[in-house]
Nanobody, 124 residues
């Protein structure tokens, strides 16, 4: 069983930065793509960013392109989301997820394990 544990969320002012981390259990972390999704109150869960199994390619939602950076450290079984220039619209619960295979996608159905989420609140 794979477990994903997010950390690093919190309250930040608009324009600030946060770095989310997601630690994964298991010995096959490096074989799978990883993704970040978010869900704001009253809204559907949406794709934020994804990274392929070796970290060679990354993908971003248009709304975060240029502000957020996804990365991974396979030696530490950890994926990160560096969030800069945060806006109030970025307020949401952020989830990390493990892909079903090595190539990253933007569709949540292509991810089979999910963390419990970490709250990010951006004040204006």
């Amino acid at each position: 069983q794979v477990q994903l544990v997010e950390s690093g969320g919190g309250l930040v002012q608009a324009g600030g930065s946060l770095r989310l981390s997601c630690a994964a259990s298991g010995r096959t972390f490096s074989a799978y793509a990883m993704g970040w999704f978010r869900q704001a109150p009253g809204k559907e869960r949406e794709f934020v960013a994804a990274i392929t199994y070796r970290g060679a390619a990354t993908f971003y939602a248009d709304s975060v392109q240029g502000r957020f950076t996804i990365s991974r450290d396979n030696a530490k079984n950890t994926v990160y989301l560096q969030m800069n220039s945060l806006k109030p619209v970025d307020t949401a619960v952020y989830y990390c997820a493990r892909g079903r295979w090595g190539q990253a996608t933007v569709t949540d159905n292509d991810y089979d394990y999910w963390g419990q989420g970490t709250q990010v609140t951006v004040s204006s």
